[in-house]
């Protein structure tokens, strides 16, 4: 008879993942760099958000960013159009970005001449939960039009998050969404803060703002 042994491929994944993550991390804080996990569904806002911050943020700080999808380089484009330096990372199959992943771009980076970086990460709620990539802060953007059930819906990524963005609020009565609902489900997951906000009309951008600013400075 053969012997069949067990093998804990996921467990020796994020094992493997965990080491990377925290040489990247010793790498940002070494050079002094704060790193922010922007997480969220496909057109949650996240790129818009960004942007925003990169145009606020700009004047005060060196920033870059590290643009995550199957094809990265139309996020990426839009980045570098607003003057900062944008590393596009394509994920092929892949779903999610993993510490490997920010390991080959922070390759491109000269970590000495930034203060922040942004990780916008794929598009989707569950995937990118698992994968620490050795960032100092983790973001969730949701969308109003995801529907006010998302969050229940998707806990972990809530559950370990320092951030919640609901965004889009300003068309949340033609969505039938609360997003009063989807900020008290957020912060039940364990989410210790909620941001509410439009891109679009431009509210909580200031309070966005304000947020990034202060974790920065720390």
């Given at each position: 008879m ?110 000495s001449?930034i ?29 109003v ?21 609901v ?26 803060r909620?941001?509410m ?19 920065i400075?720390?």
């Amino acid at each position: 008879m053969h012997k069949v042994s067990d093998v804990k491929v996921e467990q020796d994944i994020l094992k493997i993942n965990k080491r990377i993550a925290s040489d990247n991390r010793a790498l940002f804080d070494e050079n002094g760099v704060t790193v922010f996990n922007v997480m969220g569904a496909i057109g949650s806002g996240k790129t818009c958000l960004i942007e925003k911050a990169i145009d606020m943020l700009k004047d005060e700080y060196s920033i870059a960013v590290m643009a995550g999808d199957v094809v990265a380089k139309y996020d990426s484009d839009r980045f570098t159009a607003h003057g900062i330096i944008s590393i596009p990372i394509s994920t092929g199959k892949e779903c999610h970005l993993d510490a490997h992943f920010i390991e080959h771009g922070i390759e491109e980076l000269d970590l000495s001449s930034i203060d922040v970086l942004f990780i916008e990460n794929v598009g989707n709620l569950i995937c990118p939960s698992d994968f620490d990539l050795g960032e100092h802060f983790k973001i969730v953007i949701v969308s109003v039009s995801e529907g006010d059930d998302i969050v229940m819906k998707h806990p972990v990524i809530f559950k370990n998050a320092d951030l919640t963005v609901v965004n889009k609020i300003d068309i949340s009565e033609y969505v039938g969404a609360s997003s009063e609902k989807m900020a008290e489900d957020s912060m039940r997951c364990g989410c210790p803060r909620v941001i509410m906000a439009s891109c679009k009309k431009g509210a909580g951008i200031d309070e966005w703002i304000q947020y990034l600013r202060d974790s920065i400075e720390g």
